[in-house]
């Protein structure tokens, strides 16, 4: 399945939703939104999880200087470009404007005030410490309430429980699914496919996992495998193409869409009836070590990761992982650490490429003799 069928599906489901008298709930794609409460409130999560080209990020430049991240320029122009195979963001009804990063908190208010989509507050503090958590629940008071008075009636804390635990077993599945050795450009498009449908895709998922459980034994495919971290590749997107053309495959995900989010599960024996379950949202946003907002030593957390990866790795399958770390380009939260993580990783004979990029079609070739070089090494 291609990315544009994977639209026009995703575009005929939201429509179907509409006519149900569901409203779709739009935010930009990193962690720590909390979908539960969306989903409890009997609305449809739509998380922006788009990429970008030439005309995307020019669409958004009168609204933003271009030293804006290209995946926040090119989500403005996803609104300002018309006509698109994005139409069905017409559907919006409300836009989450939260802050994950500053280009975060700019796109998500451009996109709410200049193509008229009501927006709903959402702010997350920068620090984790008792206080901190304290914030973090009056934000998620006042979403609940925001929601509460869109659908006219309060949420009942047993639907919220009833959401944590769907979420919970579709991201257990998604987590099975990034372990899973396929073709990396296949195991990309399942994950973003399911980030768009939600739990409505477990069934598929489960299908997915058992058929690949019953074959395809390791080492199998001949290439030189990758794990991608930084920056997630989004939909439409053809970087995971040119890393397969040049013979690697990506066999781990440790992106927001990957890892960070899938990561995420609420342990089920704390779900309990006479718990609030927004405390539960709370433990998650403080048990978090892989997202890259408010998370203290979160580089620490990230090298030692990777190299858990690397070496659980090379014991299964005698193979030496390659780390790709993909940079938006102007994306601060990825580039700032870009140097660091390479060092640290290098020295502990880990091989990496900081790859950055927007998403102009020019820069194509240039990736490409980046990213064989790169094979060349491994
Ligand atoms: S700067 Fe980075 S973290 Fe922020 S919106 Fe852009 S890609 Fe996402």
Known sequence: MDDLEILSEYSLYLKEKKEEGKKVIGFIAHDNIPEELIDAAGFIPLRMIFAGNDDLMNASHDYLPPSTCAFAQSSIGLFSLKPSQFNF?????????????????????????????????????????????????LELIDLKQQLEKIRGSEIPSKDLRESILKYNKFKKRLLEINNLYMKG???????????????????DLEQIIQEYKEKSPINQINSKDLVLTGCSIFINDYLIDLIEEAGGNVVFLDTWIGNHYSSQIIDDKLIDAKKDPLNLIIKRFHDNIYGDHSVPNYLEFKISQIEKIYHDYK???????????????????????????????????????????????????????RIEAFMEML
């Not at 700019?106 to 410490?129: D, Q």
């Not at 399942?190 to 939600?198: D, P, R, S």
């Not at 939260?333 to 020019?362: C, F, P, T």
């Open 89 to 137: 963001l017409d559907l919006l009804d409300y836009f989450i404007v939260s802050n994950h990063c500053v280009s975060d908190i700019c796109a998500s208010e451009i996109i709410s005030k200049y193509f008229n989509i009501p927006r709903l507050n959402f702010y997350i503090s920068y620090t984790k410490n008792d206080n901190s958590l304290k914030y973090f629940k």
């Open 185 to 203: 450009s296949k195991k990309l498009k399942i994950i973003q496919k399911a980030l768009l449908f939600g739990p409505d895709f477990i069934q």
């Open 315 to 369: 014991l299964k399958t005698g193979k030496k992982l390659g780390v790709i770390n993909h940079i938006i380009k102007f994306c601060d939260h990825i580039s700032i650490m870009s140097a660091h993580l390479k060092n640290q990783l290098q020295e502990k004979g880990i091989r990496v490429l900081n790859l950055e990029r927007d998403y102009s079609r020019a820069n194509r070739g240039q990736l490409s003799t």
